[in-house]
């Protein structure tokens, strides 16, 4: 089954996704799918659900890309196994609108759409909102959305009153399951006493690493050459990200907080935050003064470095590098693992973890899917 029609075009239409397998239930549930931001993530996601399609089918869910968005062009009801590799062909694209590109995958015959955003662009976020009240779920790794103005925080939520769904899981561990985990310990009547995690998978590594055999600066250099951190290190290093990852968490247990709110130790220092990231790369061994004086505190109160990010009964949320004993669990963590504690009211002796990786395009991508399955099931069958 077909599930987008095309919007007309002068161009000729490019190949769909495979045909979907025979079943003995002729009972279908029919998902159009739109993706904005074919990066790495958008990429490995685009992956996973072709490898999947035959075994999706196979249950009864006939799963259609109908189309993808970059920043500047989109185009409709194409399957294209390279995205960026494409520039040769630009007789396929349409300059991005993503008016245009909801509407197409809505469609005007009652399917059900979904949109996922990969864009990490706060002007797409602004549309979450307008789609949602218009029956199309959305589902994204976009924090922007999720800690961003309250104001638009509780529209989103609003808009969710017409069926449509919202999940955005992947925006704090990737693909770990800590919201939708929070979710359930809350819905089961369960009280929050206190969240802590482990947030930036950078940072636990450059706390892993750091024992001062080698200066803090020349691991944050060695990371940035890896690509474990943001193209600029101060991205990391700011606790910005963390912070809004933990708003999104606050939001979720019912605290109405924005960044502001959040009480966020930042590692790099004054004189380095306005320069540009080239100098900042290059002026890096300003942060290893006080990185030594750091570890000498934690090594005379017998514990560890690490990077948390808190949040108590009370609203009170903080983000910081923190002197943690050598018995805490956050202590035995590996490199660049996420590591989230629940302490509840049922677990408060014998706290919740959440432990695995929290970066990387392909567990970031298992997350998003693992949202779009969770809407999936939701829906009705169709003869």
């Known amino acids: 089954m077909n599930v987008c029609a095309p919007l007309p075009?002068?161009?000729s239409a490019p190949p769909p996704l495979q045909a979907a397998l025979p079943t003995t239930d002729t009972r279908r549930r029919a998902l159009a799918v739109g993706l904005i931001g074919p990066g790495r993530v958008g990429s490995a996601l685009l992956s996973q659900l072709r490898n999947a399609q035959p075994r999706l089918a196979g249950s009864g869910l006939d799963l259609k890309l109908c189309g993808v968005?970059?920043?500047?062009?989109?185009?409709?009801?194409i399957d294209d196994p390279?995205?960026?590799a494409r520039h040769d062909t630009a007789q396929i694209w349409r300059p991005t609108d993503l008016h245009a590109f909801a509407d197409h995958v809505r469609g005007l015959d009652g399917r059900h759409a979904l949109l996922i955003d990969c864009s990490a662009n706060d002007h797409v976020a602004s549309h979450y909102a307008d789609w949602l009240a218009r029956g199309v779920h959305v589902v994204?790794?976009?924090?922007?959305?999720?800690?961003g103005s309250l104001e638009r925080w509780h529209a989103i939520r609003a808009s969710c009153r017409s069926g449509a769904r919202f999940r955005y899981e992947a925006t704090v561990c990737a693909g770990l399951p800590v919201v939708q985990t929070l979710r359930d310990l809350l819905d089961t009547g369960d009280r929050l006493l206190a969240v802590d995690g482990m947030f930036s998978g950078t940072l636990a590594w450059l706390c892993h690493r750091y024992d001062g055999s080698r200066p803090f600066s020349a691991l944050v250099r060695e990371a940035h050459g890896l690509g474990y951190t943001e193209p600029d290190p101060r991205d990391d290093l700011s606790g910005r990200d963390v912070a809004r990852k933990l708003v999104i968490l606050a939001?979720?247990?019912?605290?109405?907080?924005?960044l502001d709110d959040i009480e966020v130790e930042?590692?790099?220092p004054a004189d380095l935050a306005e320069v540009s990231k080239e100098e900042c790369l290059a002026r890096m061994d300003t942060l290893d003064a006080p990185m030594v004086a750091r570890l000498a505190q934690a090594r005379a109160e017998g514990g560890v470095l690490r990077h948390v990010a808190s949040l108590d009964a009370h609203g009170n949320a903080k983000v910081a590098l923190t002197v943690l004993p050598a018995s805490h669990p956050f202590a035995h963590s590996r490199l660049t693992d996420n590591v989230v504690q629940f302490t509840t009211h049922r677990y408060c002796d014998n706290p919740m973890l959440v432990q695995g990786p929290g970066a990387g395009p392909e567990v970031t991508a298992a997350g998003i899917f693992s949202d779009l399955l969770r809407i999936a099931d939701t829906l009705e069958f169709r003869p």
Do not use: F
């Not at 968005?69 to 009801?77: I, Q, T």
């Open 251 to 258: 939001r979720e247990a019912g605290w109405h907080l924005s």
């Open 140 to 147: 994204t790794p976009n924090k922007l959305a999720g800690s």
């Open 9 to 11: 075009a002068k161009e």
């Open 69 to 77: 968005a970059a920043s500047r062009r989109m185009w409709l009801d």
């Open 266 to 268: 930042s590692l790099v």
């Open 82 to 84: 390279d995205l960026n």
